[in-house]
C-alpha cells in the first residue's frame, strides 16, 4: 500500500491541571501527531513522548528529528502491507521507540480502515468497555491530595493511581487509605527511589495496595529483583520494560509481579501485544498505562487494552481529566462502572477536530515521495 502524502504536526495542548510526578511536572501535552494519506483514507498516529526528557530520553524533538528524517523516508519509500513489514523495514533504527510507535499507531489505523475493522478488532481485543482509573499527580499538600481524589471518586473513578516520591509517599497513601478502606488503590515512584529505601518502601505493604509502580530506575532490573521477595505488595514495572524481553528478564529475575504496557515505551502496539501474550501465558497480569495522550492517542490504548491479558485497570481517563477540549470529535466520558467504551468504528474510530487541532499546532511538515 503506498503512502501518498505524510503529516507531522507538532502540537501544544494546556491540561486542566498541572501533572507532577517524583521526578518532573507537566503543563502541557506537547508532541508530535503523524497524518498518512493514502488511496483515499487518512490515518492517525500521536508520539508519547513530551517537551522534557524526563520519562525516558525522548522529546518532541527527538520524536520529529527521528521521524523526519528516518522513519518517514522509509515509509514513503516502501510499499507497504503490513505492521510486520513496516518493523522490519525499520529495524535497523536503534533507540526512539516513541517516534517509531507512532507511525505504527498511524499506520494500524490505516491497515485497519483498509480492512473495515475497527482497531479493537484487527488487534484480536474484544467487549465494549474497558475498566479504567485515573493517575493523581503528586498535590501541594495532603489536605489537596484527598480533596482531588475525592473529587474523582465523585465523578465515578473506581481505582486510584498515587503518584508518590520521598517525604510524599507512606503518609499522602495512609492518608488515602484511612478514608477509603476498600478502593483499588496503587502507587507510582517513577524511577525516583534507590535500593537503600528498601526498608521505606516495605511500609507501603500495610496498605493493601494493588501494586507498587516503578520505584528504581528504568534501567535497574536487578535491585527489583532484589526488593520484589522483601514486599508483599506486587512490583509493577513501567519505565524498565522497553521490548519483550525485557518482560523476559524481569519475570525471570523475579523483579515484578505485574507488568505495565504503554505502547510508546515499547516501540509499538505490537511489541504492546507481544508483552501481553508473553505475560497471559505466564498468568502475568498487565494493564494499560498512559502518558496523557490526546484522543487519539488514548482511542488507540483503549483498543489495545480490551485484549484478554489486561486484567487490572488502565490509566485511561475521560477527556475532561486532561483537556478542556480534546482533539476528537466525541470526547471520552466515564461509563457509571468506572468503564470507558471503545471505539467501534474502522480504524482508530475516532475523529480528529481540525478546529482545535489548528488552534494548538505549533508547525506542521508534509511529505510525499519525490519521484527518482
Ligand atoms: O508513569 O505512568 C506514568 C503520565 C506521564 C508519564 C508517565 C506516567 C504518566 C501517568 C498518567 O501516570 C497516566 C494517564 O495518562 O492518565
Ligand atoms: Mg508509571
Wanted: proline share 5%; charged share 25%.
Amino acid at each position: 500500500m503506498k503512502i501518498d502524502q505524510i503529516t507531522l504536526y507538532h502540537i501544544r495542548m494546556p491540561y486542566v491541571s498541572p501533572f507532577q510526578t517524583s521526578r518532573w511536572v507537566e503543563t502541557d501535552r506537547e508532541c508530535v501527531l503523524v497524518r498518512l494519506r493514502s488511496s483515499g483514507l487518512t490515518a492517525w498516529g500521536e508520539c508519547t513522548a513530551t517537551q522534557h526528557c524526563a520519562y525516558s530520553y525522548e522529546t518532541t524533538q527527538t520524536n520529529w528529528h527521528i521521524l523526519g528524517d528516518f522513519i518517514v523516508p522509509i515509509v514513503l519509500q516502501a510499499d507497504l502491507e503490513d505492521i510486520p513489514g513496516y518493523r522490519a523495514a525499520i529495524v535497523h533504527l536503534t533507540g526512539h521507540p516513541m517516534a517509531k510507535a507512532g507511525m505504527e499507531m498511524a499506520l494500524w489505523d490505516l491497515f485497519a480502515q483498509r480492512q473495515g475493522l475497527s482497531l479493537q478488532r484487527m488487534l484480536g481485543g474484544s467487549g465494549e468497555r474497558v475498566r479504567v482509573g485515573v493517575s493523581v499527580g503528586i498535590q501541594p499538600d495532603t489536605d489537596k491530595l484527598l480533596e482531588v481524589v475525592a473529587g474523582y471518586l465523585s465523578q465515578g473513578y473506581r481505582r486510584i493511581k498515587l503518584k508518590i516520591k520521598p517525604g510524599r509517599d507512606v503518609l499522602d497513601t495512609a492518608a488515602v487509605r484511612r478514608l477509603y478502606p476498600d478502593l483499588r488503590l496503587q502507587v507510582d515512584g517513577n524511577s525516583v527511589y534507590r535500593l537503600e529505601d528498601a526498608p521505606h518502601l516495605k511500609a507501603l505493604d500495610d496498605f493493601n495496595l494493588l501494586l507498587i509502580e516503578q520505584p528504581f530506575g528504568e534501567d535497574d532490573i536487578i535491585d527489583h529483583a532484589k526488593l520484589q521477595p522483601q514486599l508483599k505488595t506486587a512490583i509493577c514495572l513501567d519505565e524498565s520494560i522497553t521490548s519483550v524481553t525485557h518482560a523476559r528478564w524481569a519475570l525471570e529475575l523475579g523483579a515484578c509481579r505485574v507488568i505495565n504496557i504503554k505502547p510508546g515505551r515499547l516501540s509499538g502496539m505490537h511489541e504492546g501485544r507481544l508483552v501481553h501474550d508473553y505475560c497471559r501465558e505466564r498468568g502475568i497480569p498487565v494493564w494499560m498505562g498512559g502518558m496523557l495522550e490526546t484522543g487519539i492517542g488514548r482511542s488507540a490504548n483503549l483498543a489495545l487494552a480490551s485484549l484478554p491479558g489486561f486484567t487490572l485497570p488502565g490509566d485511561i481517563s475521560a477527556s475532561a481529566r486532561y483537556y478542556a477540549e480534546d482533539l476528537i470529535e466525541e470526547p471520552f466520558v466515564l461509563n457509571p462502572d468506572s468503564t470507558l467504551s471503545v471505539p467501534q468504528g474502522p480504524g482508530l474510530g475516532v475523529r480528529v477536530r481540525i478546529d482545535i487541532l489548528k488552534k494548538v499546532t505549533l508547525r506542521t511538515k508534509k511529505y510525499r515521495l519525490v519521484p527518482q
